[in-house]
């Protein structure tokens, strides 16, 4: 079958929109040439809570708003005829749902494409097996004998933006109980890789910001897994994480992270690698 020239923009939600912390709730696929045009739009709440908190979100208008582009974009009578129509939509939004530029796709199937979108985009199809994957591979890693003593795992700590309790594979103690979170940023899309990395800045900010009864000041370390060629995708989350105090180490550096460990982590009780 031969393709046909596309573009697609993701929908975000942006309570704030002077800063550059959004979460990805939808994506919309235009076809000029053939005239489709269609949008899928989820507001996950559970998934905006744990990125921005629970309080703050007017749902009833997110929804209202939400089931306006759904109209606007799933009409049969759509008013959008060119790329450029499109372009002027997005460039004159200004409330807290946006849309990124649009970018260009090559499309086969237009509504099977756009559903493979939607779940790439919004992190449908991330699969709780890939993140137990990750996590295996770095307990691997960590199962060395001048480890024995200094790793901890299954690390359960309150984050105070997300107003729940949540578990952390693994944390040693260097001053500050070291949280680490092996996260995957293997997606080639910025605007997705950005969305991840603002979630995880927000998250290690509020951690940092906590004080736990038990553990003391807390900071959170990203391992990241990134795919071969993905230095623009480094480049980005190291700059997200410059504004939090958050650190990150790429998952084939892992032994930077494990030599500060060796020389600064204090020994702990009980610790032991599941």
Known sequence: MKPQKGYYSVIQYCPDLSRFE????GVLLFCPDSGFLKARIGLHRNRISRVFGKDGH?????????????????????????????????????NQIQLTPPRFIKVFAPAKDLDELYQKMTGEARSTADRQELKKLLAKEFNRPELENKIASNIKVEVPILNKEVEMPF?????????????????????????????????????????????????????????????????????????????????ENVNHLIEDIIENGKDLPHASIA
Do not use: C
């Open 58 to 94: 007017d749902w009833e208008r997110l929804n209202a708003v939400k089931r306006s582009l759904l109209k606007l974009f799933n009409s049969p009578n759509s008013e959008f005829r060119s790329l450029d129509d499109l372009q002027h939509f997005i460039a004159t939004r200004a």
């Open 171 to 251: 944390g040693y103690q260097n001053g500050r109980f070291n949280l680490i979170k092996p996260v995957r940023f293997e997606d080639k899309d910025p605007v997705r890789t950005l969305s991840t990395a603002s979630r995880w800045g927000v998250e290690g900010k509020s951690i940092y910001n906590s004080r736990n009864t038990q553990l003391g000041d807390l900071q959170l370390v990203v391992v990241g897994q990134f795919a071969a060629d993905a230095s623009e995708a480094t480049e980005t989350v190291e700059k997200v994480f410059q504004d939090f105090p958050v650190k990150l180490f790429r998952f």
């Open 22 to 25: 959004a979460v990805n709730i």
